[in-house]
Each structure stands twice: as C-alpha cells, then as structure tokens.
C-alpha cells in the first residue's frame, strides 16, 4: 500500500489509523500526512510515537471533513466499514480524480475489487 501512495503526490490522509503499521511505512515518504483514528488511546499513542513526523487526528472518518487540497487517501479500513467510507469519499464535492486501493480481506480479492470498482 505504501508504494501505491508513493506514486501519488500531494498529503497522504490515512484513514483508520489503527496501531500506526501502515502510518509508520508511510511516515517514511517525507510527506505531509494525516492519520485519523476513532480510538482516542491509540490516536494518543500515536501521536507520542511519531511526533511531527503525522498529524494524528482521534476522529470516526464518517464524519471527519476531508482536506479541501488535493490529497491520497490510503486505508486499512474493517470490512464492515469499507462501503460506508467508500460512498462518503466518492461522495465529496471536492473529488476531482479516480484514485482506488485494495480493499478487502485478502490483497488479491482487494485489488480485484479495486479494478471493478473503478
């Protein structure tokens, strides 16, 4: 996933932050990045861990405003939850390009859902 977002330009928004494994990877691409996270132990956490390094918001990303500057969005986001965000992001009056990542419980169903999808 991180050398998907690689590919893109841009802040990097990552939704459903979680423990920080995908934020952490994502750190490392020197780009400004927002992780948002529901649990507010674990958005702490993070943020004590990286520092300046991610802006760590405690947020349920269903209600969250989405930046108005172009932005990826990158997620590890529970399944249960994936069409929700999915419809909320592609919903926004501010989306100007496609832009899919894997989904799903195992990466190649996720990418083949990502291909049909868009």
């Known amino acids: 996933m991180t050398a998907l977002a690689a590919t893109t330009s841009g802040q990097i928004v ?30 702490a956490a993070l943020r004590r861990e990286l520092g300046t390094a991610a802006t760590v918001v405690q947020a349920d990303v269903l209600r969250w405003p989405l930046p108005r500057e172009p932005h990826a969005i990158v997620g590890n986001v529970p399944f249960h939850l994936t069409t929700a965000i999915l ?32």
């Open 87 to 118: 419809r909320r992001v592609l919903d926004a009056d501010r989306w100007g390009a496609r832009s899919c990542s894997p989904s799903g419980r195992s990466p190649a169903g996720g990418a083949e859902w990502a291909e049909r999808a868009c």
């Open 14 to 43: 990552e939704l459903g932050a979680g423990g920080g494994a995908l934020t952490r990877e994502l750190a490392h691409l020197g780009r400004p990045l927002t992780a948002v996270e529901v649990d507010p132990r674990r958005a």
